[in-house]
């Protein structure tokens, strides 16, 4: 019966590291915190591998965070969800929207849109991928089949009209601008893939770096558009150097595997991030 304990959904928690480079402190970080939420709850963390940027991607580094997340203690359900696997899933969500005229192709280079963008004085608004988009292309055509030749982005203003604007700031439109969902050389994006696959894996939970706080909305909007059910966001704080510095992937003096190397443990690597 709803709302019965037996029917209640149970917590599922996810990290969903790109391999792209070594599995570092605020990545370590960020799958502990899942992790122990998940088994705090008698639930489910369950491991997701991001690798749709495939001129990045690398089985290498994949290996290495796998195994630097077992050494952590961490477990997970396997197979393992691969992006790379889920190009059918991504285009039927694509098309959906692009049925609807949500969509229009986009042509435009980085300079293009600067250009457009900034007044010769002032610096060009900044969004979650960098400069809000001017629209500059938004008349392009929408009917016929979904090009697949160049980026799509999504008409977020239009996207917002009616009811799937409930609960989102007011400032979306501005504060986003028309953020591209699908790159003309990957045939998504960030954002649509990560939305599409936390609900198709029933992730209930993202705990995810406060990094990422800025693109919480577009997923949100983009889960009102799909009918997709919105999980729970909560982003923590980031690992930082000693110079106040977020450590990026480049910063390999941080990597797990260094400081294993070094002859830490587990426990040791717990304690740097505060989870001893
Ligand atoms: N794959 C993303 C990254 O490594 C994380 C995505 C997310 O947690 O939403 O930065
Ligand atoms: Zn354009």
């Known amino acids: 019966m709803a709302g019965s304990d037996g029917n209640r959904a149970r917590l599922i928690t996810r990290f969903a590291p790109s391999p792209t480079g070594p599995l570092h402190l605020g990545h370590a970080y960020s799958a502990m915190l899942a992790h122990d939420m998940a088994m705090a709850a008698g639930g489910t963390f369950l491991l997701r591998i991001e690798d749709i940027d495939q001129t990045r991607a690398r089985p290498q580094w994949e290996a290495q965070i796998l195994d630097d997340l077992h050494w952590l203690g961490l477990t997970w359900p396997t197979p393992v969800m691969r992006q790379s696997d889920r190009g059918p899933a991504?285009?039927?969500?694509l098309d959906a929207l692009w049925?609807?005229?949500?969509?229009?192709?986009?042509?435009?280079?980085?300079?293009?849109i600067l250009t457009a963008a900034s007044a010769p004085q002032e610096g060009a608004p900044m969004g979650p991928d960098g400069v809000i988009y001017p629209g500059t292309c938004s008349g392009?055509?929408?009917?016929?089949?979904?090009?697949?030749?160049?980026?799509?982005?999504?008409?977020?203003?239009?996207?917002?009209?009616?009811?799937?604007a409930h609960g989102l700031p007011d400032d979306v439109p501005t504060t986003i601008g028309d953020v591209v969902l699908a790159r003309r050389d990957m045939g998504t994006s960030y954002?649509?893939?990560?939305?599409?696959?936390?609900?198709?894996?029933g992730v209930t939970h993202v705990l995810r770096g406060e990094d990422l706080s800025d693109a919480t909305p577009i997923h949100i909007l983009l889960q009102r558009l799909l009918g997709l059910v919105t999980p729970t966001y909560r982003h923590h704080r980031l690992i930082r150097d000693e110079a106040g510095k977020r450590l990026a992937k480049r910063d390999d003096a941080r990597a797990i595997a260094i400081y294993r190397a070094d002859g830490a443990s587990p426990q040791d690597i717990r304690a740097m991030v505060g989870l001893a």
Request: glycine share 6%; proline share 7%; charged share 25%.
């Open 90 to 93: 991504y285009d039927a969500a």
């Open 99 to 112: 049925q609807r005229g949500l969509l229009y192709p986009c042509t435009c280079n980085r300079r293009d």
């Open 191 to 201: 954002h649509l893939s990560v939305v599409v696959d936390d609900a198709a894996q």
């Open 140 to 164: 392009k055509p929408r009917s016929g089949p979904r090009p697949t030749d160049s980026a799509l982005r999504l008409d977020t203003s239009l996207a917002l009209q009616g009811n799937d």
